[in-house]
């Protein structure tokens, strides 16, 4: 890049974060009470509610970690587009319906009020704020990549930058902040791709050129890099872990209706859909264009500040910027809400003021936005990568309790504890294993079948929750108990 | 990670294109701060532009090499026996490609190899010398006169595309497209395109209460 270049593209990120900060602001006038600031006073509609949800999934994770992954393995990683979609269908059919009866905050709300238990509050707010963090620091490292690749900055101050703009407007705006950030988010993303994919293709010499040129390099490339399995394996961890995925509740407990969720839902397949395709397109042309990068995750940072005529280039960075402080900003709002509602509000000052909660809210935005910059700064592998772990201890400790929770009676406090804290030391026990497959499992797997397992045997044999707390969840439950 | 795994370090990798008359004449040097031992080198086919004999240099040297097609990609590996003595080790290349459209990308014959800077984060070079009214159009070059183009990046691309007015220039050849990946590819989308509008039409016909 040229000075005058980088200077344009520092005055661009400095208007989104002016743009950022007067939706923040404009929030911040709204959000006097905490349901505004965690929840946007339940006011989401089926676009905005579905850009919300496509802008939580669509992290740094794909716009560099996914660009990188097609880069250096190919084709084969898009097919978790599809398998993942399955995981909000079972969000569409067993989770929203039944989590928008209860007017919660968090998704501790629902174990707490679910199992009636202030335990699988405090457990499910600790587990969850560990998962994100790690989650969290991916953002960070993206972020700190771009910025060190096109604005010359050290890593470590790239990366304090990227957790400064992240912090600040989720500090502003919480979950109003968020949505609509959210749709700037979809637009620009989308307006990226749409610009910046038919140049790239025509350039490099079109869908078939690149394929023979992929095949050649590799065959893999163009067929099975990751196999059916591994696509499988992946592709379920993080698309089942969405459907109980605590920023996703949250953004689900932020739509004005049932139905707006399924069609938000709906909404959001959409802007996935052209996004997926950009974000494979970007990665095989890139490995054609530039075949011999020294980090995969570098081919979006390269294509936008090399590649690419200027002002598209341009729009591809910026597009990155909002990816990964947009989704660090959810991620982050979900840790803090963890932190201040669940574990401060309910546990340990549960007669603060509405004033308290807010202020509480906020130190932890700040707070827990600092343990992943160190996690950030140690580069513990490619972004996708955390992503993915990070996906896999998630749905390890929550899918089970959330979506057969919602859906079983039976289900007692004692089985949601055992089956969150064994799912989650079964899957980090798979994981340290550092080989794939142990006893033929992924490590989300065998999470999700211990999890299962203790789910339904320690329910089976310990006292049923009361017919006060199944009511909310099951309208036409009476009396007794039953699946 | 997969990718290439070998890597070494080096101080230059700079490539020349000078295109004059329908030719491209290409000059790449390349110079590694260890001795990452015999290499093999590059380059990506494409459609309008022959690449002519390679002349492979290495401290004054010609190196033998043999040369190896897998499809649209062509292969030089170094046969001469690299001193593993040597405590740096360097490359010259050079060859002419032959242009037959004025809308075309010159390949660049680069080292298979990842290479990684060992200082400054930028390490390749690419300038261009094209005829009056000529563009790049990929990758992102900076113009620093009427004629010459450079650019500094992290990695050294496969080719520039360029444009030019290119009298009588003939070339309806395309390099062959594989079409298994391109099923592949369509099938994909066509997936993805699908859900949406099946979705909806599920989502919508669900009762509101329950």
Known sequence: MTQAQLTTFYVAVGIYIAIVCGIGLRAYRKTKSEEGFLVAGRSLGPIVGGATLMANQVSAGATIGMVGFHYFSGISYAWSWPIVWVGWVVCALFVAPKVRRLKGVTLPDYFATRFDSNAARAVSAVFILIAYTVMLSAQYQAGGLLFTLVGGLSYTKAVLLVAGITTMYTFLGGMYSNAYVGVLKAAMLIGCYVIAVPFLIKHVGGIDTIGNALHSLDPRLTGNWFGVRQILAISLAIGLGLAAAPYEISAIYAMQSRKTVRQAIGYSFLFQAIIGIGILLFGLSMRVAVPHLPDPDLATPMLGMSILPFWIGLLVLLAAVVTFTRTGGAILLTVASAMSHDLYAKLIAPNASETAKVAAGRIGVVVFSVIPVALALRQLSLVNWIVIYAAKILVSFLFVPVVIGLNWKRATRAGALAAMIGGLVTCLVWLAQRRPYVLGLDAAEAGVLVSAALFFGVSMITKPVSNTSLEIFFPNHKTGVGG | ?210
């Open chain 2, 1 to 210: 990670m997969s990718a290439p795994a070998q890597r070494t370090r080096a101080h230059e990798a700079a490539v020349a294109i000078v295109v004059r008359e329908g030719r491209a004449s290409v000059q790449g040097r390349f110079a590694f701060t260890g001795n990452p031992g015999a290499l093999s080198f590059e380059w990506l086919e494409r459609a309008c532009a022959t690449v002519g004999p390679v002349r492979l240099e290495s401290f004054g040297d010609a190196v033998p090499y043999a040369r190896v097609a897998t499809g649209p990609w062509v292969r030089l590996h170094d046969t001469s026996a690299v001193d593993p003595m040597r405590d740096s080790l360097g490359y010259h290349v050079a060859y002419d490609v032959v242009l037959r459209s004025g809308d075309v990308s010159i390949p660049i014959v680069l080292p298979n190899i990842v290479l990684t800077p060992r200082r400054a984060p930028a390490l390749a070079t690419v300038s261009i010398d094209l005829p009056q009214g000529a563009r790049v159009t990929l990758p992102r070059m900076t113009r620093v006169s009427a004629t010459r183009w450079t650019a500094r990046m992290t990695a050294l691309p496969s080719a520039v595309r360029v444009e030019m007015d290119l009298p009588n220039a003939q070339c309806a050849a395309a390099v062959a497209g594989d079409r298994g990946f391109t099923v592949v590819f369509w099938s994909l989308v066509a997936t993805l395109v699908l859900w949406v509008p099946l979705y909806l039409w599920w989502a919508n016909r669900q009762p509101d209460a329950g």
